[in-house]
Every structure is written in structure tokens, then in C-alpha cells.
């Protein structure tokens, strides 16, 4: 038995409410539960209660045991007081306010329907379960998921807009220096994430502005901030970046000193740092005014066509300064561009919406349903227990889903375990 499930019980009356008695045989009629406190002080503000023939408007306090009340040390703290209703779920003790007067106490599983408290045992018994409602997750009605995976989806935008806020307020509101910087990270994926983060903002955005005009000079920059050309290869390509680059360096008085060194190892070629910020490059160089047109663009294939772009020709029989490969076009991929999108796009547009005051929920939906849905073991497993992952709505939700609801045992918090715990 957990509080939270008590909790849960008397915030949503999953309860007798007909036959609510006190412990001393007073009718109980609740009027209104209260407001739930998450912080320090009784678990419920401001309830309405009725207890025999007294109307009462106070706190109420939530224990698994009334003796709980002393563990707590609340007979000590005047903020308890003004308690009107003591809930629990043994009544082992009575309790009193420091001005000697009995607080009322209302024995919770006198009322408690045993099928919810049969359920409640039945989805928090893991047995090795990965997730609590494992044996369940297919029972649940597509209407509930559905919508629950919405707000998901909403949730996690949130999650991401904490570091899109403090970036914010380290470049003094500049957003396009912002989607710039969350741009970058996710250009290098999980390997290299960190290190293109500290590249984009080791540079001022105004370089970014003023370079854009020449793709090498852009190549030049990003790759010189990385630590690139540092070696001492004798191809002309590299050559005139590393002239670009000094240049630039002196110039814009650059420093790269806390840039994170860039890892090759273990990565597929297309993923090579050196394609992927020479992408980069392409892009600033194609779309002068990239941030607008991200804020602009309303659906899926407006998102492709901007980021349809490829590295620079160098590239195309190369992967590294050094060696020679097969000839190929480094063109960003679909795939990649959905993860820009559901990593970068999506929160920085919703981020910027909700700054504005405009509406923009409906176009985030339309467009996060019409990108394919991730693949990974989270998302794999979930549709593995049923088929709920079309598209990256639903991937993106059900990493919420798994990260911050059950992996923290949030049953009662979850849409899901509700319906499972009353069916």
C-alpha cells in the first residue's frame, strides 16, 4: 500500500461516498475534496466537508496509518492545526490538534471498493514485469490511449522546452542563435550530440549571419571551431579551409578551448562528423533566413524541401580530409530530417508559439502524425505488447510514457493505470 494510492482514492472519490463515516460514527458528506497540495503542509487545502451535523472548511491530512501523524511529527507543527479531517487507511491511533482537540478520522478501506483495491494490488505486483500493466496494456480502450498519447506528446514538448528557456536566456532572447545551437546538437546524433552543442556555441550567431554568404568560409568555421584542421594534410580543399579559417579566427577573435573532441569510432561514414557539419554549412548557406522559414512552414513536405540539401561537392568522394571513397551525393536523408524535426523543430516552434500567444497545437499534431514513427527498444516493446506506434506522436509519447510514468512507478498519474485500476 502506497499514500499515493490513498491519495488517489479521496481525490477522485473512488470511494463509498453514500456511507462515509468517521471512526466515531459521524456521517461524513464531502462537498469538495480540496486542492491538492504537492508541497510541505496538509496533502489537501480548502475542503468542504460535512461531519454529523457541522460544516466544516479546512485541511484535510492523508496517512497509510493515523499513527503515521506522530512518525511525521505533525502534533508538533501548527500548520496542522487547521486539519478538519484526518484519512487513512488503518486507524491505529487517535490524534489530536496541540490544542488537545480530536481530529476526526475517516478509515478509508472501510469503503474502498475491492475490486479497485484487487486491481490496485493486481497492476503494482511487477514480478519482473517490465512495466506495471505489461499483462494489461493490450485491455486498454483505444479512445483512453489515444488521448493520453496526445497529452504525452504535449508533456514531453514541455520536458524540451527547459533547454530551449535557459539557452534563451544565455543569448539574451535571440532565437534564431537558439535554433542554431538545438540545430547543431542534433545534427551529431547521440555520438556527437555534445560536442557539436559546444561547437555552435563556442560561436556567436552574428559569425554564423555574416558568413553565410560563402559555404566554404561556413565549412571553414564550423570545422575549425571543432578542431578539424589542425593536421597536416596537403590536399587544396583543406588547404583553403584552413586559410578560411585562420582568417576568421583572427578576425572574429575565435576560441575553441571548451569544445568537446569529436568521436569517429563505431559510426557509420554518413554519420561522420566532417559530413554531417559540412550539412550543416550547406544548409545556413542555402537558407539565409533558415529560422523564419522553419516558423513558417505549416506541413511535412514544406520541412523536407528546406532541408533538402547535401554536403559540399568535396564530400561526394570523401568521407574524411584523407581518403578517397566511392562516389555518392551526401544528401541529408528523410529519416535524418524526421529526427531534426521530432528533436529540433517541433519543440523550437511549439517553444516559440507559446512565447508569441499563438495557436499552433493543431500544426504540431498534424505534422508530428505525418512523420514515420522512431524505432527503438522503448517503442519497440510497447508494440510489442500492441501494435500503438504508427507514427512519431506516438513514439515520442511512449518515451514519456516509459521514462516519467513507469519507470517512477506513476500508475496513478497515468491514464492507463486508471482505467486498469477502474475498469
Not at 103 to 121: A, G, M, R, W
Not at 161 to 178: F, P, R
Not at 345 to 363: M, R, T
Request: net charge neutral; glycine share 4%; aromatic share 12%.
Amino acid at each position: 500500500m502506497q499514500e499515493d494510492f490513498i491519495h488517489y482514492i479521496w481525490k477522485h472519490k473512488k470511494m463509498d461516498l453514500n456511507k462515509l463515516k468517521t471512526t466515531q460514527g459521524e456521517a461524513v458528506l464531502v462537498t469538495s475534496v480540496g486542492q491538492h497540495n504537492f508541497n510541505s503542509g496538509p496533502d489537501f487545502f480548502n475542503a468542504q466537508l460535512k461531519i454529523g451535523n457541522q460544516l466544516w472548511a479546512g485541511n484535510v491530512e492523508i496517512h497509510i496509518r493515523a499513527s503515521d501523524w506522530f512518525l511525521h511529527n505533525h502534533e508538533q507543527d501548527k500548520a496542522y492545526d487547521n486539519v478538519i479531517l484526518h484519512v487513512v487507511w488503518e486507524h491505529d491511533t487517535d490524534v489530536f490538534r496541540s490544542d488537545n482537540t480530536a481530529i476526526p478520522t475517516l478509515q478509508l478501506q472501510d469503503f474502498t471498493s475491492k475490486d479497485v483495491l484487487n486491481n490496485y494490488e493486481k497492476l503494482f505486483s511487477k514480478n519482473g514485469k517490465w512495466i506495471n500493466c505489461e499483462n494489461d496494456f493490450a485491455s486498454v480502450d483505444d479512445f483512453v490511449l489515444s488521448n493520453w498519447l496526445e497529452r504525452l506528446y504535449f508533456e514531453r514538448l514541455e520536458r524540451k522546452s527547459g533547454t530551449i528557456q535557459n539557452l534563451l536566456k544565455e543569448t539574451k532572447n535571440d532565437w534564431e542563435a537558439v535554433f542554431f545551437i538545438m540545430l547543431a546538437k542534433n545534427f551529431g546524433l547521440k555520438v556527437n550530440g555534445e560536442s557539436f552543442y559546444s561547437i555552435a556555441k563556442s560561436i556567436d550567431f552574428s559569425i554564423v549571419r555574416k558568413s553565410q554568404a560563402n559555404q566554404q568560409a561556413l565549412e571553414a568555421l564550423l570545422f575549425g571551431q571543432a578542431g578539424l584542421l589542425e593536421q597536416d594534410f596537403e590536399n587544396a580543399y583543406y588547404l583553403e579551409l584552413v586559410e578560411a579559417y585562420q582568417f576568421l579566427k583572427h578576425k572574429f577573435r575565435l576560441e575553441n578551448n571548451a569544445v568537446l573532441p569529436l568521436q569517429f569510432f563505431r559510426l557509420r561514414p554518413p554519420n561522420f562528423p566532417t559530413i554531417r557539419l559540412s550539412q550543416l554549412a550547406s544548409l545556413y548557406h542555402e537558407h539565409k533566413t533558415l529560422f523564419s522559414n522553419v516558423i513558417e512552414a505549416e506541413n511535412l513536405e514544406d520541412f523536407y524541401k528546406l532541408f533538402k540539401v547535401s554536403a559540399a561537392s568535396f564530400w561526394n568522394s570523401h568521407y574524411t580530409f584523407q581518403k578517397t571513397s566511392k562516389t555518392s551525393s551526401k544528401k541529408l536523408t528523410k529519416s535524418f530530417i524526421d529526427l531534426l524535426l521530432i528533436n529540433t523543430v517541433l519543440p523550437i516552434k511549439f517553444c516559440y508559439a507559446k512565447e508569441k500567444g499563438q495557436e499552433v497545437d493543431s500544426i504540431i499534431l498534424k505534422i508530428a502524425s505525418d512523420i514515420a514513427s522512431e524505432k527503438n527498444s522503448i517503442v519497440d516493446a510497447f508494440n510489442n505488447l500492441e501494435k500503438v506506434s504508427s507514427a512519431s506522436l506516438q513514439s515520442q509519447a511512449l518515451i514519456q510514457l516509459k521514462n516519467e510514468y513507469c519507470d517512477k512507478n506513476k500508475c496513478l498519474q497515468c491514464a492507463i493505470g486508471n482505467s486498469l485500476i477502474n475498469p
